[in-house]
Nanobody, 113 residues
Framework: VQLVESGGGLVQPGGSLRLSCAASGFTFSRSTMIWARQAPGKGLEWVSKIYNDGSTYYGDSVKGRFTISRDNAKNWVYLQMNSLKPEDTAVYYC????????RGKGTQVTVSS
């Protein structure tokens, strides 16, 4: 199993970023995929989930600002993040199936002026 996140960076409040996760080594098209994040000094927080049928769910803190999507043909999952806030600063992880599932090394997102 391999998950490789990319697309993080430094952005000003109100800005946007698009995170990507390349997946391999498992049956991606049948898997639920999760984006989770971990802020400094805090635990892993569920951000968004997408099922294999494309149905999506979001945490209350990101609802209306983030959009999760997937490409089952290419084994990619994405997280479009708009209207970013300083409290969105965290390392973002792509996770298989459930919050404690296999995950990549993460990509740092820093929202600061």
């Amino acid at each position: 199993v391999q998950l490789v996140e990319s697309g993080g960076g430094l952005v000003q409040p109100g800005g946007s970023l698009r995170l990507s996760c390349a997946a391999s080594g498992f049956t991606f098209s049948r898997s639920t995929m999760i984006w989770a994040r971990q802020a400094p000094g805090k635990g892993l927080e569920w951000v968004s989930k997408i099922y294999n049928d494309g149905s999506t769910y979001y945490g209350d803190s990101v609802k209306g600002r983030f959009t999760i999507s997937r490409d089952n043909a290419k084994n990619w999952v994405y997280l479009q993040m708009n209207s970013l806030k300083p409290e969105d600063t965290a390392v973002y992880y792509c996770v298989i199936g459930r919050l404690g599932g296999s995950r990549g090394k993460g990509t740092q997102v820093t929202v600061s002026s």
